[in-house]
């Protein structure tokens, strides 16, 4: 009788996704705690990887937002290091920033229209996450515009 095969076991990767427009508003206090209970929930879920969409404060500094993110994670033991948003704010309505946040390494990251090149479309965010094994997988972090008006919708 031939032995049996090796069991393959591989660790899921959860990739959560989360638009976070009104979820982090205001400043000082009120905001960490907003971060706060966003990170414990991305940490309950056991995230790998975090898409964000709508990354902003009310002054529509992304980075801040991010980079408060990625204290707060590491304070709860739950680090994911790689951090970015798309490179501009710059869509019609202000806020049409994407990020990531991730455990593993991220690399080849470009932003993908927007402004210029689609007018009522918000950058994509296009970057690749090199899981472990050497596993490559692109992402397209993208925000689509609301349909309420006639011409986003066409």
């Known amino acids: 009788m031939p032995p049996a095969p090796a069991s393959h076991h591989a660790q899921p990767l959860r990739v959560v996704t989360y638009n976070i427009h009104k979820g982090v508003q205001g400043f000082g206090p009120v905001r960490r705690l907003e971060i706060h209970n966003l990170a414990l929930a991305i940490e309950m879920l056991d995230a790998d990887m975090v898409c964000l969409q709508e990354v902003r404060d009310m002054s529509h500094r992304h980075q801040y937002v991010l980079e408060e993110f990625a204290q707060v994670l590491e304070e ?6 790689y951090i970015g948003p798309t490179s501009l704010l710059g869509a019609l309505d202000g806020i049409d920033a994407v990020a990531y946040l991730s455990r593993y390494p991220v690399s080849e990251v470009s932003d993908l229209g927007g402004v210029d090149d689609w007018p009522i479309m918000r950058k994509v965010q296009r970057y690749k996450v090199t899981f ?3 596993v490559d997988v692109w992402f397209y972090g993208c925000h689509i515009i609301s349909s309420a008006d006639p011409d986003y919708a066409e």
């Open 132 to 134: 472990p094994g050497n």
């Open 76 to 81: 709860l033991a739950y680090p994911l290091p």
